[in-house]
């Protein structure tokens, strides 16, 4: 078959393309396009074209058929990763890849159910019957706990606000220069660099004093950063410093804020559903018998595993992902030369009617009979695919059904009025102000 030149896409203003409506807001726009234009988008941001990709096939096509052509795209590297797992490359990830992959067994995952439990109810002991309070904070200082504990046995409780405010710093940041047409070094002394620095330097001391803590204890604690601190290379080298820094930052960041998240959309969704919730409620009730949940009781808890996969459908935690073709490729009909950038929206699929009935109600009885066997492959992909696939999905999995199930089990959430509750599409998909509700035990 002959090979077309290029899809078909929205006219575009010179330079800037639509630049400036993907920084404004870029799930209207990709939402859009892909609805006017369909299977294959090519569009235009600032100088650079990319191509969306919107159905399973074309997809899998980039993340899996022709994985060994791709690289990660623009936006993802960053002072603040690293060369981390998020951002590396090639050998270099393979490896680094290699020596994690133990510490996310079933089995280990498995063993952290009881602290993430724990965790949780220390955490939930502190609210009040009427309590009013940012939930998203809540579950970001819950989750950064957990992760700290069960991946590197650290206490970082007390730098929990701190931890957090520098992230968002650092997100924001790094999401501003990523869709920006021209940028400035590094280097320089603007305040928004400065304000980088300052969050980096904020978040590097809480790793660096984790790191510098474990090597003078000597201690192997079994946790992954014992196994990277023991990992030996072909020649006799181990990691640095600044190597395990980069491992550790990236995986605070994708074992707290993505987990978070999902919980915080997670609550927003069940205090707008009140059926959804007292199903909720009568399941937890009916399996746990007001018992503290733990993770062999999660097969037992099918509609909170549904819960779950649904809001991370409405709100998928990565909300996009882009690979870069290191290699000319052909794709969906067309061929494409090296340097090519493709997009492919988790927000876009999870929310289209020709995979999902009624795709922006929130129904979790969808997932009950069957329906993930039944879609394509990457018409539900929250965990990305291929080689690629998040590493630590088992594990924020079994995180989020405990909290959800530890919580659930002893209050619910009013919204509180008078807010708006919108999405900010940084890396992860957070809610711009937070989301303000009113504890209630439950009687």
Request: charged share 20%; aromatic share 10%.
């Amino acid at each position: 078959m002959a090979m077309r030149l290029l899809p078909p896409g929205p006219r575009a203003r010179p330079i800037q393309g639509f630049l400036p409506e993907f920084r404004k807001d870029p799930l209207t726009l990709v939402t859009r396009v892909a609805r006017e234009y369909g299977d294959i988008v090519r569009l235009q941001l600032g100088p650079w074209d990319f191509i969306l990709l919107n159905t399973p096939d074309l997809i899998e096509q980039v993340l899996v058929t022709q994985s060994r052509h791709m690289m990660k795209g623009r936006g993802i590297h960053s002072p603040l990763l690293g060369n981390g797992l998020l951002t590396s490359e090639g050998e270099f990830w393979r490896r680094q890849r290699r020596l994690a992959q133990p510490a996310f067994h079933r089995e280990r995952i498995t063993a952290y159910g009881a602290a993430m439990v724990d965790f949780t109810l220390r955490h939930i002991a502190q609210w009040q019957d009427g309590a009013a309070f940012d939930i998203n904070r809540e579950m970001m200082r819950l989750t950064l706990a957990i992760a700290a504990h069960t991946l590197f046995s650290a206490e970082v409780t007390e730098d929990a606000d701190a931890v957090g405010s520098a992230m968002n710093t650092c997100l924001h940041y790094f999401q501003d220069r990523a869709r920006s047409i021209l940028v400035v070094p590094y280097s320089w002394p603007t305040p928004a660099n400065v304000r980088a620095w300052k969050a980096v330097e904020q978040l590097n001391s809480v790793i660096y004093r984790i790191i510098d803590e474990r090597r003078a204890s000597g201690a192997d604690t079994g946790d992954l950063l014992s196994m990277l601190m023991q990992a030996v290379d072909d020649d006799g080298s181990q990691m640095t410093s600044e190597q395990l820094r980069d491992e550790v930052m990236t995986l605070f960041l994708a074992g707290h804020e993505t987990t978070a998240n999902a919980t915080s959309w997670t609550w927003y969704l069940l205090a707008q559903n009140p059926d959804a919730e007292m199903r909720l409620h009568t399941e937890l009730d009916q399996v746990l018998g007001g018992r503290a949940p733990t993770p062999a009781d999660l097969p037992r808890l099918p509609y909170a595993e549904a819960v779950i996969n649904e809001s991370m459908r409405l709100y998928p935690p990565a909300w996009i992902m882009s690979r870069k073709a290191t290699v000319p490729v052909e794709v969906g009909g067309f061929t494409f030369p090296a340097g090519t950038e493709f997009l492919m929206s988790q927000w876009v699929m999870h929310r289209s009617e020709r995979w999902f009935d009624d795709p922006l109600a929130f129904r979790p009885e969808r997932w009950l009979d069957g329906l993930a066997k039944r879609l394509p492959t990457f018409a539900y992909f929250p965990f990305g695919g291929g080689p690629r696939m998040c590493i630590g999905k088992g594990f924020a999995l079994m995180e989020a059904q405990l909290i959800l199930a530890a919580i659930a089990q002893r209050y619910r959430f009013d919204l509180q009025p008078n807010q708006t509750i919108a999405c900010d599409a940084s890396i992860t998909l957070r809610p711009t102000a937070g989301i303000h509700v009113t504890a209630h035990v439950r009687r």
